[in-house]
């Protein structure tokens, strides 16, 4: 990695989107990632795998304003403390993209179990797959004005509807969900419930036809002020 880095200049002027995966090694004092003053989208997967260098995270990167933190190995502590480098992000995608088997979650000792990441820009949150409920947990987004909840790529799959917390839904005004996996599958009435009357500012809800006649057919969506558009 100390080659690699000798060979990067010291800052890439013009450079806006940035993707890096599997991109782990031993730390290194010496080296770190150049200046990106213009880096508007960041998108990382599998990025610490285990190791915490000071590579990348010597600065907050403030300009960034959309992250995408994808994982298909295990989700682990490390994951908000580098979240929340990127504190002025206005969009934060989670993602599990592990199609073998429901989320997996490692909690280290040298992490504080305190450690929170505080978003407050945040506008749009898109959790894709099966996101552990410890990392939502720790997620403060004042600002946050919509979520969208996706199953993955590959089925079966879980998917967020059923742990996304309800504090994260409070500020929540526009509702997107998209899981259905086939034409033969609908999602728990109970699981709709619990996140769109968790959502007490909730004005919009984007979904397939399949899940708005789900809802349209139970009482306690009739009841509130909702409109739903079928995308």
């Known amino acids: 990695m100390p080659v690699v880095a000798s060979l990067l200049p010291m800052s890439f002027e013009r450079l806006e989107y940035l993707f890096l995966k599997d991109f782990t090694f ?3 004092s010496l080296i770190s990632f150049p200046e990106c003053p213009r880096l508007k989208e ?45 504190r002025a992000v206005r969009i934060l995608v989670l993602e599990d993209a592990n199609c073998h088997s429901s989320y997996t979650y490692l909690a280290l000792k040298e992490v504080e179990n305190t450690s929170i990441a505080h978003l407050h820009f945040l506008e749009t949150l898109k959790l894709i797959g099966s996101i552990p409920l ?22 079966p799959q879980p998917h967020a509807l059923a742990t996304v917390p309800l504090v994260l839904l409070q500020p929540v005004t526009e509702m997107g969900i998209s899981i259905c996996l086939s034409d033969s599958e609908t999602p728990d009435p109970q699981q709709l419930q619990r996140v769109i009357c968790g959502a007490p500012s909730l004005t919009s809800i ?26």
């Not at 992250?67 to 979240?83: G, R």
């Not at 720790?138 to 590959?154: D, F, M, Q, W």
Request: aromatic content about 14%; glycine content about 6%; some cysteine.
């Open 42 to 86: 960041v998108h990382l997967v599998n990025h610490f795998n285990g190791i915490s260098p000071d590579y990348f995270l010597k600065r907050d990167h403030t300009h960034v304003e959309r992250l995408t933190y994808s994982c298909s190995k295990v989700w682990i502590d490390y994951d908000i403390p580098y979240i929340q480098y990127f």
């Open 134 to 155: 410890a990392i939502m947990l720790r997620l403060r987004a004042p600002s946050l004005r919509r979520v969208e909840i996706a199953a993955g790529n590959s089925a």
């Open 26 to 28: 031993e730390p290194v």
């Open 206 to 231: 984007f979904g397939s036809f399949r899940i708005g006649e789900l809802l349209a057919g139970q009482g306690w969506f009739r009841d509130l002020r909702v409109v739903y558009h079928c995308v």
